[in-house]
């Protein structure tokens, strides 16, 4: 069965970097986008980017540009999001999330990780 | 970016009693690329509807979803006690991907 492992939660101060990873296992890797969205407290849900773990192509929203790096290691099954120059708006909860499918239509999220809690405080 | 618009924002209402949670687009959306998701306290969403009105695997019957162009609907026929949650809607249509604000029903 699809499952999405997360990184545990992390604590940073203003002006650092986290990076939180998704292990992916159950299917082939390589197949499937993932994204990446957040969850800050008590607020909705919010499209970080995305990445084809095929050629490593990503796309990221514009808010996050310049900001957002995501990377895979096809040999783990790991898709890593870092998220740089932290501010005390990006603590939130990052969730992984893969499409359900190869087709356009099928790109709507079947599959979420458990989520990471990243904290920025000083 | 095309902008989604949950309401209402707080629905209030009794089991066994039906919901209607509405969703606009700020542009028309290919009924392919339409979604709803549930969230619960504490826990990751998941999915009920995509394609406008293909309930995912698991979902129970008392969910649907219609709608085209720019507004689209989540019904939940009678509503159980696990019911009353948030629940978001999604295009997928045209990157970037986007969330309405989410609806929250609770137990009037």
């Known amino acids: 069965q699809v499952q999405l492992v997360q990184s545990g939660a992390e604590v940073k101060k203003p002006g650092a970097s986290v990076k939180v990873f998704c292990k992916a296992s159950?299917?082939?890797?390589?197949?499937?986008?993932m994204h990446w969205v957040r969850q800050a407290p008590g607020q909705g849900l919010e499209w970080m980017g995305t990445?084809?773990?095929?050629?490593?192509?990503?796309s990221y929203a514009q808010k996050f540009q310049g900001r957002i790096t995501m990377t895979r290691d096809t040999s783990t099954s790991t898709v890593y999001m870092e998220l740089s120059s932290l501010r005390s708006e990006d603590t939130a909860v990052y969730y992984c999330a893969r499409v359900a499918g190869i087709l356009g239509t099928e790109y709507y999220f079947g599959y979420w990780g458990q989520g990471t809690l990243v904290t920025v405080s000083s | 970016e095309i902008v989604l618009t949950q309401s209402p924002g707080t629905l209030s209402l009794s089991p066994g009693e039906r919901a209607t949670l509405s969703c606009r687009a700020s542009?028309?959306?290919?009924?392919?690329?339409f979604a709803w998701y549930q969230q619960k306290p504490g826990q990751a969403p998941r999915l009920l509807i995509y394609?406008?009105?293909n309930r995912a695997t698991g979902i129970p019957d008392r969910f649907s979803g219609s709608g085209s162009g720019t507004d689209f609907t989540l019904t939940i026929s009678r509503l159980e006690s696990e019911d009353f949650v948030v629940y978001y809607c999604?295009?997928?249509?045209?990157?970037?991907?986007?969330f309405g604000q989410g609806t929250k029903v609770e137990i009037k």
């Open positions: 542009q028309s959306v290919s009924t392919n690329y």
């Open positions: 990445m084809n773990p095929s050629g490593g192509g990503t």
């Open positions: 999604q295009q997928y249509g045209n990157s970037p991907w986007t």
């Open positions: 394609g406008t009105s």
């Open positions: 159950g299917y082939t890797f390589t197949r499937y986008y």
